[in-house]
């Protein structure tokens, strides 16, 4: 089951799990301070700082978890790796509470206090998790789904074997469309002359997925209306597909669906609001990362001379198609193209200088772009630009690949968390549907929930090269 929230659907279990770590991390000033009571003879700080205490601790801890990945779908990390997010982000809470203290002393709790409260939090997360690894697995929080076609259309689903990938739903079966030939698994097979709400009633299923080859035979209208009316959600296989996957399927999307479908809306407060959005966030950037731009400039001069370049302009393809200047920090030689031609970059590029190797595997060479935000030919979040000799090709190539340059270029983005470095045209092609998928769903809490989570790609040197 999912829930829509602003306009993104949450698995219901990933909303308790928050709901669960949220609470228990707000009462651990509570429980700290009555284990630490039995062993002092001064009071107890007021119920006010403890309760501002609980609600800013939470707070932080949540947003923790949210940037380290822990409330993706997509998190596949295992107990030792789970661990380190959950201290990473006790850690991170602990510093801003102390921040805060040393501006607001009324609010303040002594050292020792606050690191039992980040302790006790710590350890709450880590027993939630522990707890609901399996639990929220369960099939209570699947949705039973029928695939009413067994022909091309649904061996899409023999694709999905990743366990994060049927985490939402559990299929109870096929039922194969007149003229189709099956290419499902037999055992999957449902019997196609039987009563579809029958089968639908004796199965328990919640969701009907249309997956048919060709709907212009034989479309079993009648039957999907009265599965509708008796509360059985009925979808495409377009929809289900976004949902699940977070990503537009090139091989099952279709120009009808683009066009009458939801999404794929630029309204104008929704461009103020990102275009305010975009202005606060590099001017707190660029304030906490002046001085590491600073350090990165003098170590390119220390290691290619005085008069070497430190950043360099390169002509992207931005909003609309129009063409633009982006500006990186120079992390190859100056004659890194002598050839004259446009190149993809290739794991352990030998162009690639020492400092620039650095500075990729951090995303570093990337912070001058912070001036396109400022300008206006990028966003905070969005499709990464290409270069336009790239850009030609790949539009002769691949479908609907000129759509995703209907939203501004962004520095970080949705296929940047998805998908590892693309150096390829199939690697193109599948950061693509993820792409897509941002140009139809954006909106400020997805782009939020995006710039949170560019931290652990950072942290954890994702798709550098």
């Not at 707190?284 to 220390?302: D, E, G, Q, R, Y």
């Amino acid at each position: 089951m999912r829930i829509p929230i602003s306009g993104q659907p949450i698995r219901l279990p990933i909303l308790l799990l928050v709901a669960t770590e949220a609470a228990a991390t707000c009462a651990s000033p509570f429980l700290a301070v009555t284990l630490l009571a039995a062993g002092r003879q001064s009071g107890t700080p007021n119920d006010g700082a403890l309760w501002v205490c609980g609600v800013s601790f939470a707070c932080l801890m949540i947003l923790g978890l949210i940037a380290t990945g822990l409330y993706s779908e997509r998190q596949r990390a295992r107990a030792l790796g789970i661990s380190l997010r959950v201290i990473t982000s006790a850690v991170f809470a602990f510093i801003i509470l102390e921040l805060i203290a040393w501006f607001e002393p009324a609010l303040s709790l002594d050292c020792g206090t606050l690191g039992v409260i980040v302790t006790l939090g710590m350890g709450a997360c880590l027993i939630v998790r522990a707890a609901s690894a399996k639990l929220l697995d369960e099939p209570l929080f699947k949705r039973r789904v029928l695939i009413y076609g067994a022909g091309t259309r649904a061996g899409v689903f023999a694709r999905l074997r990743r366990r994060a990938d049927r985490r939402g739903f559990t299929i109870v079966g096929f039922i194969p469309a007149p003229g189709e030939t099956p290419v499902v698994p037999a055992d999957m097979l449902l019997p196609s002359n039987a009563d579809l709400l029958e089968i639908c009633r004796r199965l328990h299923v919640d969701e009907i997925i249309v997956a048919m080859d060709d709907r212009r035979v034989s479309f079993p209208r009648e039957a999907l209306l009265r599965c509708r009316l008796s509360g059985i959600e009925v979808i495409d296989l377009q929809t289900f597909l976004e949902r699940e996957t977070g990503k537009l399927r090139l091989d099952v999307i279709d120009p009808s669906w683009m066009i009458f479908g939801a999404g794929f809306r630029r309204q104008a407060p929704r461009v103020l609001i990102e275009r305010l959005f975009d202005l606060f966030a590099c001017a707190a950037l660029f304030v906490l990362t002046w001085p590491l731009m600073l350090l990165v400039s003098i170590a390119i001069k220390i290691e290619d001379g005085p008069r070497a370049p430190v950043s360099y302009r390169q002509r992207r393809v931005g909003f609309n198609g129009l063409e633009f200047e982006m500006l990186k920090f120079r992390s190859m030689d100056v004659d890194a193209e002598r050839a004259g031609s446009a190149q993809w970059t290739a794991e352990d590029d030998p162009r690639v200088t020492r400092v620039g190797r650095f500075i990729r595997k951090m995303h570093i060479d990337e912070l001058p772009q912070l001036f396109n935000v400022l300008k206006g030919d990028m966003t905070m979040v969005g499709p990464r630009p290409e270069r336009p000799e790239f850009v030609k090709e790949l539009s002769e190539k691949i479908p609907y690949y000129r759509e995703r340059h209907f939203v501004k270029p962004g520095i970080t983005g949705w296929a940047q968390l998805c998908f590892s470095y693309g150096a390829s045209e199939s690697d193109a092609m599948e950061k693509l549907q993820y792409d897509l998928y941002y140009v139809k769903n954006h909106c400020f809490l997805f782009d939020l929930s995006i710039l949170l989570q560019t931290a652990e790609v950072v942290m954890s040197r994702k798709g550098a090269r």
